[in-house]
């Protein structure tokens, strides 16, 4: 067995296959497991929702993600990534569960963890590796996890090793991340550390970045609420710019030219299973922190702030029809978790009589969906509200001539102001 090591160069020995249980096959969880089935493990599939089993054993996936289906029946061909209806015992074991937030409590919720980990209890034997992949509160492996799998009769310290590696793949180009990304991986102990980087070496080919869980954990919340918090600031600057007649795109591009500023892009609000989640998750137990929480304010108000917008544009209109484009929470995505085109969605038809909602990824009967030309016909205010590349394609003069007003809302800035304007659209950006 080859052994891949950080600088991409091969190195013989190291690990060979090893069996490995994955408890969680979500957005995460499959497209590891067959990384691994196709990188000389033995990979036992395992997931509460029967539903995704079934479509396993079907040769078929429950998520849309380009190269997945291919991939995942490659690692079903080959023989080594095999679903299961229970948890197999294996020498390794990943769990890959969600971690939902309350938003009441604005706490995470680690009730799935606590369950998949009680799964791998009875059947924990001394050496075992177990890895938690979910994004966590920092200390969560230590105090939480541990615990669990001590009830083994197993001291997670020295008979197992247990250790956090946060994924940070990006929805969409899941299959190259993978394996090209930097990993971080953080051990309860050197040994643990050592072990779980010795498994992601058989797949990473980034760099892997050795620290303790509890670090591991918190470096994750930090990347993310980085994120939330840059683009708070770009949604407020996007404000100034709105009153003094800027064009804040423009206005953030030129500043990027700087090398050490990376602003980033304003829209509707913040989507998505991690971004708008993990800066909770970092500030659960810190009351004092605030610059963390009026960004997730910010972010969390612009869905409101767009209909408003909505609402100004068309308030001349008598029962205007209203175009609402995209309802995935970012560009070319099929994922409507936490997306900012639901709340504006509802709070839309609170005013509207005549929403009609388009998508071309996004196939949940939950929101009416309706083809695209359906969307424009008529309409008196078109909202881009995801970025998908559907729309930055779209030809203002075509659209001109659908629409009853000319009338197009960009909240992405996927559209070229100019042309549109030169099609005869009053152009306006949120
Ligand atoms: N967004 C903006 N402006 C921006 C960037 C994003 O409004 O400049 C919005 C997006 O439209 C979307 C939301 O923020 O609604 C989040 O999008 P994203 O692309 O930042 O994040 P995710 O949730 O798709 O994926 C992120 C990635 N993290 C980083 O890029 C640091 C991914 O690598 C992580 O694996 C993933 O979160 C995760 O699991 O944490």
């Not at 956090?164 to 991986?185: D, F, K, Q, W, Y």
């Not at 993310?224 to 591009?253: C, F, H, S």
């Not at 963390?292 to 909505?310: A, F, L, T, Y």
Request: aromatic content about 6%; charged content about 25%; hydrophobic content about 40%.
């Amino acid at each position: 067995m080859t052994e891949r090591v950080e600088n991409g160069m091969l190195r013989e020995g190291g690990t060979s296959g090893r069996k490995i249980t994955v408890v969680g096959l979500g957005y995460i969880g499959l497209p590891t497991a067959a990384m691994l089935a196709t990188h000389g493990h033995t990979v036992y599939g395992f997931d509460t929702n029967a539903r995704v089993i079934e479509h396993l054993e079907k040769g078929k996936v429950h998520i849309e993600e380009p190269g997945l289906l291919a991939f995942v029946r490659d690692a079903l061909h080959s023989g080594r990534f095999v679903p299961v209806r229970e948890v197999r015992p294996a020498d390794v074991y990943i769990l890959c569960v969600p971690t939902p937030y309350d938003s009441k409590e604005k706490r995470a919720d680690l009730s799935y963890i606590t369950k998949a980990a009680e799964t791998i209890v009875p059947h924990l034997k001394k050496g075992d590796l177990a890895i938690l992949e979910s994004t966590v509160p920092a200390g969560t492996t230590a105090d939480h996890l541990g615990p669990i799998l001590a009830r083994s009769g197993l001291d997670p310290l020295r008979d197992l090793d247990l250790a956090h590696c946060p994924e940070t793949v990006l929805p969409g180009n899941m299959i190259s991340e993978l394996t090209s990304n930097a990993r971080v991986i953080g051990g309860l102990t050197p040994k643990a550390t050592q072990a779980a980087e010795m498994l992601y070496r058989s797949f990473v080919r980034g760099t892997l970045v050795t620290t303790d869980a509890t670090t591991a954990e918190f470096v994750k919340l930090i990347q993310n609420t980085y994120r939330d918090v840059n683009i708070a600031l770009a949604n407020e600057i996007g404000m100034v710019a709105g009153q003094k007649g800027i064009d804040v795109r423009e206005a953030i591009r030129i500043a990027n030219l700087h090398p050490r500023v990376d602003l980033h892009a304003p829209g509707p609000g913040v989507g998505g299973h991690c971004i708008p989640i993990d800066p909770w998750f970092l500030v659960q137990d810190t009351p004092e922190a605030r610059l963390v929480r009026v960004s997730r304010e910010i972010n969390d108000g612009m869905p409101h702030r767009v209909v408003d917008k909505v609402r100004s544009l068309v308030q001349h209109i008598d029962e205007p029809r209203i175009a609402l484009l995209g309802i995935a929470y970012k560009a070319d995505v099929d994922d409507v978790r936490e997306s900012p085109a639901v709340p504006i969605l509802e709070e839309l038809k609170e005013h509207f009589g005549d929403v009609r909602v388009h998508d071309p990824h996004v196939k949940d009967p939950r929101f009416d969906l309706v083809p695209l030309k359906g969307a424009l016909e008529g309409a008196d205010c078109t909202v881009i509200v995801t970025g998908h590349w559907e729309y930055s394609a779209l030809d203002p003069h075509k659209t001109r001539s659908v629409v009853r007003t000319p009338l197009v809302l960009d909240t992405r800035g996927v559209l070229s102001r100019r042309e549109w304007q030169e099609a005869g659209f009053r152009f306006e950006t949120a």
